[in-house]
C-alpha cells in the first residue's frame, strides 16, 4: 500500500511522519503525475486558498477530481475545505464530497482549542474505545452534510467536525498532530 | 467536556500549517489582498516595510491598531503583526485586537535592551528572530512557537539569511554528533537552556517551526532558503518595493512549493521586472544592521 500526501503547502511532513509510524510506504504529491501509483491520498492541514492556487497553477484539479472518484482521500482542515462541495465563497474546490464547509467558522488564532471527541466508528476500527483527543486550528465547521455523506464526530454544541462519504473522510481537526494514530488506522481501513 | 485555548500545540500548530508557504509583509489592505491572491499563507500588517523603515529613520513601533484590523478583514488568511523587543504592552495590544500571532522584532526599535517577551504568559503564539541556535533556544524558552532566522530586512541582501540558517542548522548538525554528556557544557556555551538542548537534539530539528527572513528577493532566493533546510519564508521588502508585485509574489510562492524542481524554478524566474533595488550588506556600517537586536 502506497499513500500520497498532497505537499503544496501546509503540514505534509506531519502526515507523512505518521503514516511511517503505521509503517506505511508513502509520496509527496506535488505534480500530477506523482498521483500514479498510489493507493489513497492525504490533503493536510495549511492555507486552503495557497493550496487551491498552487493545485490550479500545476493542473492538479481533475487529476485529483479523477483520483478521488476511485481511492481514499483524508482531508484535514483546508484538506477538508479543498475535498468539499461548497464553503460559500468563490475558491478552487475539488467537490468530491458533499458537504458544506464554513471557514474559520470559530474565530481567529486565539479561539484555537483542543478537546476530546467521541468517533464510535475510531472503536469499530481499532478497538480502542479511548476518547479522542482532536486539535482544532482556525478550524473550520462542516455545516451540513448531503447525499449518502455521514457524520462521524460532533463537538458538543452539535457542529459537525468530522464527515465520511464512501472512502472519502473529512476533518476540521488535526490528527497529524497528536501521538494518537487512530484516525489514520480508520483511514487506511477504507483504502483498497 | 474540558474545552482548552491557547496551548502549547494551538501556537505550535498554527506555525506548522504556515509550513511550505510564505509570509508576506504588507502595509494596506489592497497589499493584503495581492499577498493572498497570489499564494500567501498568511501576510505581515505593519505601517512600513523595512527598506521604509531603514530610509526614513526614527523609532519604529507597533502599527496602528486601526491599519491590523482593516487588513484582518481585507483577508481569510493569518494575520501577524510585529511589536518591538521587551514590549509586552505592544502584545497585549496585539493579543487584545485578535492578531493570529505576534512578531517580537528586531525590526522594529527595541524597547528594552536586556529582556525579551515572556510569551508563555500570552494566547496568542509568538515568533521571534534568531542568529543561530542559542538564540533560538533562548526565544523558544521564552514561549516563541515560531522561529525565524534573522537575516537583514530590508536589505534585499540574502547573505545573512544564508548566515543564519547555516549557522543554526550547523549547530543543530553538531549537536546531533555529541555525546549526553557534552549536552550541558554545550548549553552553556550557546547560553541555551538545556532542556530544549536535549530536545533538538532528538528531534534533528528546532522543536517549533523555522522560516527564513530578512533579504529574501527572488523566487531563487526563496528555493535557496527551502534547499538549506528552512520551514517556510518570510518576505518583506522584497514583493512590494519590487516592479510587479502580485507577480513576483506568486513566483515565490511556487517557488517555496517546487524548491527541488529546478525546471519550475526556471520557469517561475522568467519576467518578474525590476527586483527591489537593494543594499549591499558587505558595505552596510554596523550601526546599521539591526540583526543584532536581540538578547
Known amino acids: 500500500m502506497k499513500i500520497g500526501v498532497l505537499a503544496l503547502q501546509g503540514d505534509f511532513a506531519e502526515h507523512i511522519a505518521m503514516l511511517k509510524r503505521l509503517k506505511v510506504e508513502t509520496a509527496a504529491v506535488r505534480l500530477p503525475e506523482h498521483l500514479n501509483g498510489l493507493d489513497g491520498l492525504i490533503i493536510p492541514g495549511g492555507e486552503s486558498t495557497t493550496i487551491g492556487k498552487l493545485a490550479v497553477a500545476y493542473n492538479l484539479m481533475e487529476p485529483l477530481k479523477q483520483f478521488g472518484q476511485r481511492h481514499a482521500i483524508l482531508g484535514t482542515c483546508a484538506g477538508a475545505i479543498f475535498i468539499s462541495k461548497d464553503i460559500g465563497r468563490d475558491q478552487p474546490l475539488l467537490g468530491l464530497m458533499d458537504i458544506k464547509v464554513q471557514r474559520n467558522a470559530f474565530g481567529r488564532q486565539i479561539d484555537s482549542f483542543e478537546t476530546d471527541l467521541d468517533i464510535p466508528e475510531l472503536k469499530q476500527a481499532t478497538g480502542s474505545d479511548a476518547p479522542y483527543h482532536a486539535v482544532f486550528i482556525r478550524a473550520p465547521i462542516i455545516e451540513s452534510v448531503g447525499g449518502d455523506a455521514k457524520i462521524l464526530a460532533s463537538v458538543p454544541d452539535g457542529r459537525i467536525v468530522a464527515a465520511q462519504q464512501g472512502h472519502l473522510l473529512a476533518t476540521s481537526f488535526h490528527p497529524e498532530l497528536t501521538n494518537d494514530t487512530r484516525f489514520h488506522e480508520y483511514f487506511l481501513t477504507l483504502v483498497d | ?295
Open chain 2, 1 to 295: 467536556m474540558e474545552v482548552k485555548t491557547g496551548t502549547w500545540i494551538e501556537k505550535k500548530g498554527l506555525a506548522q500549517m504556515l509550513k511550505g508557504g510564505v509570509i508576506m509583509d504588507v502595509v494596506t489592505p489592497e497589499h493584503a489582498k495581492i499577498a493572498e491572491d497570489a499564494g500567501a499563507c498568511a501576510v505581515m500588517a505593519l505601517e512600513r516595510v523595512p527598506a521604509d523603515i531603514r530610509a526614513q529613520g526614527g523609532v519604529a513601533r507597533m502599527s496602528d491598531p486601526e491599519l491590523i484590523l482593516k487588513i484582518m478583514d481585507a483577508v481569510s488568511i493569518p494575520v501577524m503583526a510585529k511589536c518591538r523587543i521587551g514590549h509586552f504592552v505592544e502584545a497585549q495590544i496585539l493579543e487584545a485586537i485578535g492578531v493570529d500571532y505576534i512578531d517580537e522584532s528586531e525590526v522594529l526599535t527595541p524597547a528594552d535592551e536586556a529582556h525579551h517577551i515572556l510569551k508563555h504568559n500570552f494566547k496568542v503564539p509568538f515568533v521571534c528572530g534568531c542568529r543561530n541556535l542559542g538564540e533560538a533556544l533562548r526565544r523558544i524558552g521564552e514561549g516563541a512557537a515560531m522561529i525565524r532566522t534573522k537575516g537583514e530586512a530590508g536589505t534585499g541582501d540574502v547573505v545573512e539569511a544564508v548566515r543564519h540558517a547555516r549557522a543554526v542548522i550547523g549547530e543543530i548538525r553538531r549537536l546531533a554528533t555529541m555525546a549526553e554528556e557534552e549536552l550541558m557544557s554545550y548549553a552553556k556555551e550557546i547560553g541555551a537552556p538545556y532542556e530544549l538542548v536535549k530536545e533538538t537534539k532528538e528531534l534533528g530539528r528546532l522543536p517549533v517551526v523555522n522560516f527564513a527572513a530578512g533579504g529574501v528577493a527572488t523566487p531563487a532566493d526563496a528555493a535557496l532558503m527551502m534547499q538549506l533546510g528552512m520551514d517556510g519564508v518570510f518576505v518583506g521588502s522584497g514583493i512590494f518595493k519590487s516592479g510587479d508585485p502580485a507577480r513576483r509574489a506568486a513566483a515565490i510562492v511556487k517557488a517555496v512549493t517546487h524548491y527541488q524542481d529546478a525546471s519550475i524554478l526556471a520557469d517561475v524566474s522568467k519576467n518578474l521586472g525590476e527586483p527591489m533595488v537593494g543594499r549591499n550588506v558587505s558595505q552596510m556600517p554596523e550601526a546599521e544592521r539591526i540583526a543584532g537586536r536581540g538578547w
